[in-house]
C-alpha cells in the first residue's frame, strides 16, 4: 500500500529546483500501551494542575517559561508566535560535503523523499548526488519547526535525514583522554587479527526485537483468554583475562577451531 | 578481577562488559546525544510550573500513582493489563554484556539505522584492553555489531571508535524500516544526463571538506534565549523559580559525564601542580558548559559567560 507524504517541498540547490514530496522511512512498531485506573479500567487523562493549590488549569490558560537558574522567565503565547520561523516550501542545499563527513551521532529520523510532478528532475538529481559522492547540508521549515538535514542518495532514490543540531551532539574530542599506557605492537597484531577473524557483512534482516516480539505474542495470548506460565530471567556471570595477549591468542585459537567445526 | 573505577560504574546509565573474543572490558554508557536547547516549562499565569496529574475520567479525580496500570487496548473499551513483574518476565535474558561477535566496514551501516548515541567508557582502573579495541578498529575501519539488554529493552548496537573512546549507535531494528516500494515511489525512468550534468556542476560550486557545526545552529533556540535574556533585563515576567530538586527531572547530564570523566581519569595520571590541575578543571568546564544544553543551570553560567 503507498504510503501518504506527510509534507511537501521545493529543493533548491542554486539555480536548480526540484518539488518533492517527504514519507517518514520509519514505521513505528512500538507498543504502545494506555495507562488505566485500575479499579475501573478507565484510560485515564492527563491534566496540569498547580501542585500549591490543587486547581486544573485548562490548557488554554497554560503558559510556558523558560528557567534560568533560579528564575523563570515567562513567554506569552503572541511572544512565541512572534519567534516562529518564516512558513516556507523551501529545502535549501547550503553545503555539500563528503559522505563520509557527517558522523552516526548527528543522524536523527531518516525521511524519503518523492518526485512531486516532475519525475525527471528527481531522478537527476539523484543520479548526479550518487556520482560526484556527496550529502547535501539543508535547512527547511516544516510545521512551524527549523529543521536542519542530510540530503542523500538511496539507491536511484533520494532520503533526506534528519539532523541534530550543533549543541544536541557532544563530540568525542571534548571528552579527557583515557589515560593508560598504549598497546604494543604484539598486542595490536593479535587484535588486528582477531577482528579480521570476526570479519563480517552488516546484515540488518539478521536481527530482530524478540523482547517486542515476546511481549506481543503474550498479549494476544491473554487476548483470548489463555493463562501464561512465566519464569523469572536468570543472571549471566562473565570471566575476567589475565594477561591482554594470552587472552587475544587463546581467543584467535577458539575462532579457528569455530570456523573449522563450521 | 581488575579494580573497578568506581566513579565510572557508579554514575553510567547503564554499566556492563564488552567482550572481545575471550577479553573482557567493563564500560559505562553514557549519552552522547542531549535533548533539545531550550525546552520550555509548563507554568500557570502566575508563573507556577505545573505538575502532569492524571485523573479517572469517570469521577474527574487525581489517580495516586499505584492506582495506574498498563493495558493494551485489544477491542473498544477492552485491555489486555500487563504489569511491571510480567514484563520483566519476558525480558531477555538479563545479561551485561555486549558480545562483540562481527566486525564490519563502517560504511556499511546505512544512517538510515542510527537512532541514538552513548560514549562507552571505560570502567576499570586498568584501560589497556580498551585502548587497544578503539585503536585497533579506528586503524582498520571497522564497526562491531551487538545486541544488548538495557533497561528491559533489547538494543542492536553498531559500535565505532572515534579520537580513542568507543561509541555505540543504537540502531533501529530492520523491520521498522520502510522499503521504497512500500511507500509506492515511482520506479525510476531514463535519467536524463543532461539535467544530472547541470545539477551536478551547480553542487560542485557548494562543495566543502568537512561539516562545520556553525550549519547546524538551532536558530529558532537562539531567538527564544536573546527574548528570555531581554526580558529578565527588563524584569519583564521573571518570577521565582521553586528549588531545582523539585523540579530536576532529568537523569544523566552531559555535565555529569565530564567531571566523572574527568575525576575518574585524572586519577591515573601522575600528580600535577596545584595551578596547573587547576586550570585543566576550568578549562574543561567550559568544554562542559558550551556543549551542555540538557541541564539549565549549566546552560545559562556558559550564556553569561560569553555574553
Known amino acids: 500500500m503507498a504510503a501518504r507524504a506527510i509534507w511537501k517541498g521545493t529543493i533548491r540547490i542554486g539555480s536548480v529546483k526540484v518539488p518533492v514530496k517527504l514519507y517518514s522511512a520509519v514505521e513505528d512498531r512500538g507498543i504502545h500501551f494506555r495507562l488505566l485506573h485500575a479499579p475501573d479500567k ?55 560535503v563528503p559522505s563520509d563527513a557527517v558522523g552516526p551521532q548527528w543522524y536523527e529520523r531518516p525521511y524519503y523523499l518523492g518526485p512531486d510532478d516532475s519525475t525527471s528532475q528527481y531522478f537527476a538529481l539523484a543520479e548526479a548526488l550518487k ?106 556471570r562473565t570471566k575476567e583475562p589475565e594477561s591482554l595477549a594470552g587472552v587475544l591468542e587463546a581467543s584467535l585459537k577458539q575462532r579457528a577451531k569455530e570456523q573449522k567445526s563450521a | 578481577m581488575p579494580e573497578q573505577n568506581n566513579e565510572i560504574a557508579n554514575r553510567a546509565f547503564w ?108 570502567a576499570t582502573e586498568s584501560t589497556k584492553a580498551y585502548k587497544l579495541l578503539a585503536a585497533t578498529m579506528q586503524d582498520l575501519k ?67 571538506s568537512r561539516l562545520s557545526t556553525a550549519e547546524l545552529k538551532d536558530r529558532s533556540a537562539e531567538r527564544i534565549l536573546s527574548l528570555v535574556k531581554k526580558k529578565e533585563k527588563k524584569g519583564e515576567d521573571v518570577y521565582e523559580a521553586p528549588a531545582e530538586a523539585e523540579e530536576e527531572e532529568e537523569e544523566t547530564s552531559v555535565i555529569d559525564l565530564m567531571e566523572v570523566l574527568r575525576r575518574s581519569l585524572e586519577q591515573k595520571k601522575p600528580k600535577r601542580t596545584a595551578a596547573k590541575r587547576s586550570a585543566t578543571k576550568r578549562s574543561v568546564r567550559k568544554t562542559a558548559g558550551k556543549t551542555s544544553a540538557r541541564k539549565k543551570t549549566t546552560r545559562r553560567k556558559s550564556a553569561r559567560k560569553s555574553a
Open chain 2, 142 to 208: 571497522r564497526a562491531g555489531i551487538a545486541t544488548f539488554v538495557m533497561r528491559g529493552k533489547e538494543y542492536l548496537v553498531a559500535i565505532f571508535a572515534e579520537n580513542g573512546v568507543l561509541r555505540a549507535e543504537t540502531l533501529r531494528f530492520h523491520d521498522e524500516i520502510r522499503a521504497p516500494s512500500d511507500i509506492g515511489l515511482p520506479e525510476p525512468g531514463e535519467v536524463d544526463e543532461k539535467a544530472a550534468k547541470r545539477i551536478a556542476a551547480e553542487i560542485r560550486k557548494l562543495n566543502e
Open chain 1, 131 to 236: 556520482s560526484e559522492e556527496r550529502h547535501g547540508i539543508a535547512r527547511w521549515v516544516m510545521r512551524k519547526k527549523e529543521y536542519v538535514g542530510a540530503l542523500v542518495p538511496a539507491g536511484d532514490y533520494l532520503m533526506l535525514m534528519t539532523l541534530r543540531h550543533a549543541e544536541e551532539v557532544v563530540p568525542a574530542s571534548a571528552l579527557p583522554e583515557i589515560p593508560g599506557r598504549e598497546p604494543d605492537a604484539k598486542e595490536r597484531k593479535l587484535a588486528e587479527q582477531l577482528i579480521a577473524a570476526l570479519e563480517d557483512e552488516f546484515d540488518p534482516a539478521a536481527y530482530q526485537d524478540e523482547y517486542r516480539e515476546r511481549v506481543m505474542e503474550y498479549i494476544e495470548a491473554r487476548a483470548k483468554g489463555k493463562v501464561v506460565k512465566l519464569k523469572k530471567p536468570r543472571a549471566k
Open chain 1, 42 to 96: 478507565q484510560p485515564v487523562v492527563q491534566r496540569m494542575v498547580n501542585p500549591e493549590s490543587g486547581t486544573v488549569v485548562e490548557s488554554k490558560e497554560v503558559r510556558k517559561a523558560y528557567r534560568d537558574e533560579d528564575v523563570l522567565v515567562m513567554l506569552e503565547p503572541e511572544e512565541l508566535e512572534s519567534l516562529e520561523p518564516e512558513p516556507s516550501r523551501d529545502i535549501e542545499i547550503t553545503r555539500f
Open chain 2, 15 to 122: 554499566s556492563g562488559t564488552i567482550t572481545f573474543g575471550l577479553v573482557s572490558i567493563p564500560v559505562g554508557l553514557f549519552p552522547a546525544n542531549r535533548g533539545h536547547r531550550v525546552s520550555l516549562r509548563m507554568v500557570d499565569d502566575t508563573g507556577t510550573p505545573l505538575s502532569r496529574l492524571y485523573f479517572c475520567p469517570k469521577d474527574e479525580q487525581p489517580i495516586p500513582r499505584d492506582e495506574i496500570v498498563r493495558g493494551y487496548p485489544i477491542e473498544k473499551d477492552k485491555f489486555v493489563v500487563v504489569d511491571d513483574e510480567e514484563l520483566e518476565a519476558l525480558e531477555p535474558r538479563k545479561t551485561r554484556d555486549i558480545d562483540l561477535r562481527r566486525f564490519v566496514p563502517q560504511e556499511q551501516v546505512d544512517p538510515i539505522y542510527f537512532e541514538r548515541s552513548y560514549f562507552l567508557m571505560p
